[in-house]
């Protein structure tokens, strides 16, 4: 009986070994780039899709008696595989529709130094060739499955795709390239499931997502939230909180756009070196809130001159996303301001009553300015010691910058200039209309007459 028992364990532990070693081989991949082709042609759609053969887990890799991967015999079972993992996890809309289930038209295997996906041409050759040979000896875990897809294009517009491929790995990364018809090329990269996406965007598709963009991106930034608390934090009246807050929009305005028409440094320290310029601003805001050296003037100023370098910070945030915009790069960038001026006005009408509540009922106005400026200084000071520690590691070559580069640089210097300018002519408009007006507390006088702009 002890024997028996014994045998079995024994049985048992290899079992479960070898049943350990076969999950392993099928684990999900950390990394998957998966690349595709959307074409229209009339009345059907041609998708073409590549992915790393590894990503298809549930396939029982066929092996020569040499242990390299038997593509005779795997042939027969790709076209299941396919329509599995990849055809039933893309959807494609045209108008709005979703177009119907996808006919699989041919898979292939292509080895790793395969380029035929650089282009749609390549591409669909590729998939009417030969596949390896088995004398190629060949590793499931380092060939491509490629595979083509033909919709029925039921609905006329414009076409959207929903690639829903996040179970492939645990971090997908999908390039999708649409190839219209008489159109220039648009790539996609999209991170995980980012739901459906135009694939020629219309304007007011464009604008509505980048408003959405700019809304959201104002909400999560820590930094621009508390520089934007420091920056009103002494004023009390809607109208002028409104006023500052728009120089600040105008200001970042500029340098988005210049950033958007590549017309700023392309160098690896200046991500780094605007990172700490904002958390710099913070700390000015939130020393000058200290010292109570504040009117209407000077924050309208102040907003606008850092609103430059923080339109550069929102431009490395919309890196990634322009690729949305399609043909409406102008059109997205004003509807991402305008996101931001919604975010900002937002904040306002939260910040404004509540720091009257609490300087009314709480804490003594001049007391609660100082309390709150030096927690945000405190954290200011912080991110602007760790980004120059990292602005620190790329050093700046100065020989290896050309001429081209320095105009680049200039332009966007030049147009902030001239706002500079407009901002001076309008500061007289500004006295008259509203006074300087800025709220100082019952027990001090008014300091928003004018003096020390």
């Given at each position: 009986?002890?024997?028996?028992?014994?045998?079995?364990?024994?049985?048992?532990?290899?079992?479960?070994?070898?049943?350990?070693?076969?999950?392993?081989?099928?684990?999900?991949?950390?990394?998957?780039?998966?690349?595709?082709?959307?074409?229209?042609?009339?009345?059907?759609?041609?998708?073409?899709?590549?992915?790393?053969?590894?990503?298809?887990?549930?396939?029982?890799?066929?092996?020569?008696?040499?242990?390299?991967?038997?593509?005779?015999?795997?042939?027969?079972?790709?076209?299941?595989?396919?329509?599995?993992?990849?055809?039933?996890?893309?959807?494609?809309?045209?108008?709005?529709?979703?177009l119907p289930r996808a006919r699989l038209l041919r898979t292939q295997i292509s080895i790793e130094s395969d380029r035929s996906f650089a282009g749609f041409g390549e591409a669909w050759r590729r998939l009417h060739e030969a596949p390896p040979a088995n004398t190629?000896?060949?590793?499931?875990?380092?060939?491509?499955?490629?595979?083509?897809?033909?919709?029925?294009?039921?609905?006329?517009?414009?076409?959207?795709?929903?690639?829903?491929?996040?179970?492939?790995?645990?971090?997908?990364?999908?390039?999708?390239?649409?190839?219209?018809?008489?159109?220039?090329?648009?790539?996609?990269?999209?991170?995980?499931?980012?739901?459906?996406?135009?694939?020629?965007?219309?304007?007011?598709?464009?604008?509505?997502?980048?408003?959405?963009?700019?809304?959201?991106?104002?909400?999560?930034?820590?930094?621009?939230?508390?520089?934007?608390?420091?920056?009103?934090?002494?004023?009390?009246?809607?109208?002028?909180?409104?006023?500052?807050?728009?120089?600040?929009?105008?200001?970042?305005?500029?340098?988005?756009?210049?950033?958007?028409?590549?017309?700023?440094?392309?160098?690896?320290?200046?991500?780094?070196?605007?990172?700490?310029?904002?958390?710099?601003?913070?700390?000015?805001?939130?020393?000058?809130?200290?010292?109570?050296?504040a009117n209407l003037h000077r924050r309208w100023l102040i907003a606008f001159a850092f609103g430059l370098v923080h339109g550069f910070g929102f431009s490395f945030a919309l890196e990634q996303t322009l690729q949305f915009a399609g043909s409406h790069l102008l059109?997205?960038?004003?509807?991402?301001?305008?996101?931001?001026?919604?975010?900002?006005?937002?904040?306002?009408?939260?910040?404004?009553?509540?720091?009257?509540?609490?300087?009314?009922?709480?804490?003594?106005?001049?007391?609660?300015?100082?309390?709150?400026?030096?927690?945000?200084?405190?954290?200011?000071?912080?991110?602007?010691?760790?980004?120059?520690?990292?602005?620190?590691?790329?050093?700046?070559?100065?020989?290896?910058?050309?001429?081209?580069?320095?105009?680049?640089?200039?332009?966007?210097?030049?147009?902030?200039?001239?706002?500079?300018?407009?901002?001076?002519?309008?500061?007289?408009?500004?006295?008259?209309?509203?006074?300087?007006?800025?709220?100082?507390?019952?027990?001090?006088?008014?300091?928003?007459?004018?003096?020390?702009?």
């Open positions: 009986m002890i024997l028996d028992s014994v045998r079995l364990s024994i049985a048992t532990l290899v079992c479960l070994t070898a049943l350990g070693d076969a999950v392993r081989a099928h684990d999900a991949p950390a990394d998957v780039a998966a690349h595709l082709f959307v074409k229209p042609e009339g009345d059907r759609v041609k998708l073409l899709v590549r992915v790393p053969l590894k990503a298809i887990r549930d396939l029982d890799f066929p092996a020569q008696p040499n242990g390299y991967l038997d593509v005779e015999r795997l042939a027969p079972l790709l076209a299941d595989a396919a329509n599995v993992w990849l055809g039933n996890f893309i959807d494609l809309y045209a108008a709005g529709t979703q190629a000896n060949l590793s499931w875990e380092q060939v491509f499955l490629d595979v083509a897809y033909e919709y029925a294009r039921t609905s006329k517009g414009a076409l959207s795709i929903h690639a829903r491929l996040s179970h492939l790995a645990n971090r997908v990364t999908t390039v999708v390239r649409y190839v219209p018809d008489g159109g220039q090329e648009r790539a996609y990269q999209l991170d995980g499931d980012a739901g459906v996406v135009p694939l020629d965007p219309r304007w007011h598709q464009a604008a509505a997502r980048f408003v959405y963009l700019g809304f959201v991106h104002i909400l999560d930034g820590t930094d621009h939230l508390l520089f934007l608390l420091c920056l009103v934090l002494p004023l009390r009246q809607f109208r002028p909180l409104i006023l500052v807050v728009t120089a600040f929009t105008i200001a970042h305005s500029i340098t988005l756009i210049a950033s958007a028409l590549e017309a700023i440094p392309t160098a690896l320290w200046f991500p780094p070196l605007i990172e700490t310029l904002i958390a710099g601003s913070i700390v000015y805001m939130a020393l000058e809130n200290i010292i109570g050296n059109i997205s960038l004003v509807s991402f301001n305008l996101g931001v001026e919604l975010g900002q006005i937002l904040v306002l009408l939260l910040l404004a009553p509540l720091s009257q509540l609490l300087f009314r009922y709480v804490v003594a106005e001049r007391t609660g300015i100082i309390v709150v400026s030096a927690f945000v200084a405190h954290t200011g000071w912080h991110w602007m010691v760790e980004r120059w520690q990292q602005f620190r590691q790329f050093p700046i070559a100065w020989t290896t910058i050309d001429a081209v580069a320095v105009l680049n640089g200039l332009l966007p210097i030049a147009v902030a200039v001239f706002a500079l300018w407009l901002v001076w002519v309008g500061r007289q408009w500004i006295a008259t209309t509203f006074n300087g007006v800025i709220s100082t507390g019952p027990n001090r006088p008014d300091r928003g007459s004018g003096e020390n702009p």
